[in-house]
């Protein structure tokens, strides 16, 4: 079956850096957009970035860009995002998911109902 594992996920101050990490299998990974979600308590799923089957193209939210950087690894069939300069605000459950790619021309979804697989979450505080 499809399981997609987050890791990576901590307790860490303002202004520090964290790395996740989403290993995949039982798919073909690079025939499948992978995107990072965060939802944080009482607030609903947010997107946060996602990026095509080559790596080539990415897509983050306004929220955190120039702060948060998706990659892939199609060679370890592993999505990662980097969060930098992290703040109070970025504390949620991250999420990774994925969803097949149903034509060659495509736009990298942001709305979590049209992403087929999703991990368990990987919790992040930032607090002081």
């Known amino acids: 079956q499809v399981q997609l594992i987050e890791s990576g996920g901590r307790l860490v101050h303002p202004g520090d850096s964290l790395r996740l990490s989403c290993s995949a299998s039982?798919?073909?990974?690079?025939?499948?957009?992978m995107g990072w979600f965060r939802q944080a308590p009482g607030k609903t799923r947010e997107f946060v970035a996602a990026?095509?089957?080559?790596?080539?193209?990415?897509n983050v939210a306004n929220s955190v860009k120039g702060r948060f950087t998706i990659s892939r690894d199609n060679a370890r069939n592993t999505a990662f995002l980097q969060l930098n300069s992290l703040e109070s605000g970025d504390t949620a459950v991250y999420y990774c998911?994925?969803?097949?790619?149903?034509?060659?021309?495509?736009?990298?979804?942001?709305?979590?109902?049209?992403?087929?697989?999703w991990g368990q979450g990987t919790q992040v505080t930032v607090s002081s």
């Open positions: 039982g798919l073909i990974f690079p025939s499948h957009v």
């Open positions: 998911a994925a969803h097949r790619i149903t034509s060659v021309y495509y736009s990298l979804r942001t709305d979590p109902t049209q992403y087929d697989y």
């Open positions: 990026i095509n089957g080559r790596g080539s193209n990415t």
